[in-house]
């Protein structure tokens, strides 16, 4: 896969050298590039911002230096960003423009991202880039607004590294064990169970007996079972969106003792729990 991540502040990015992002840039399973938006000025003072139109705190992100910057990064990539337009969808690398007023970045976003070819990273700074800008770059791009959570932070680099982090873990080859990424929070809907290691007591405190038994059955439930009690008191909006139809008898009784009911393969918080 390739990444590009336009940036005024290139040296934000530096983390994605390390650790196992660095690594699969080094093994070649990763060509990610980060660039100087500021490179893509022409004036002097290699100005990105000015004040915005219908007044108002802040600066805006200029548009000219961000067509040219997105023009070469895509131009440089698989994707042919000059020649999209014409040639259909399928070649179109995807822009992402971290944002609080994007779609919200998911598990299953990072899942389907890690699919395609070439992602491009715009990290808006002020109030942001010129919404003309995305507009724009729908004749060449794939364009997907996209925010980290509901709260604003000062630029899209702290975004990007972690939307790269997710999405990049997710390549074949990078995590060494690719189980480990079967059994993690929101693969399957639900947050994963706790996990122990070392010693089995530890200052008072005894790992639950079940993870000591090696009755590999008797631990996949007690761990199903810990995934639903740790969804529902921490995220119970997971469990709306949860397929219940399927689910064993014991795991329904696992979620009546949690207040929970499957109802037309829903779960339904009982009014009285
Ligand atoms: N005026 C913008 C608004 O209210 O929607 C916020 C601008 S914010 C100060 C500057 C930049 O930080 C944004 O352009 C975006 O790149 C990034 N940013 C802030 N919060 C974000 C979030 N929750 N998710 C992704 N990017 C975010």
Known sequence: MRIDVVSIFPEYLAPLELSLIGKARQDGLLDLRVHDLRDFTTDRHRTVDDTPYGGGAGMVMKPEPWAQALTAVAAEGSGDAAGAGDSGDARKPVLIVPSPAGERFTQATAHQLAEEEQLVFACGRYEGIDERVLEWAADHFTVRPM????????????????MVEAIGRLLPGVVGNPESLVEESHSDGLLEYPVYTKPSSWR???????LLSGNHGKIAQWRRHEQYRRTAERRPDLLAEF???????????????????????????????
Do not use: C, I, Q
């Open 204 to 210: 008072d405190r005894d790992v639950p007996a079940v």
């Open 243 to 273: 397929d219940a139809g399927k689910l064993p008898r014991a795991d329904r009784t696992a979620f009546a003792d949690l207040g929970y009911d499957v109802v037309d393969g829903r779960l339904k918080r009982r009014p009285d729990a």
């Open 147 to 162: 925010s980290l959570g509901d709260y604003v932070l000062n630029g899209g680099e702290v975004a990007v590294l972690a």
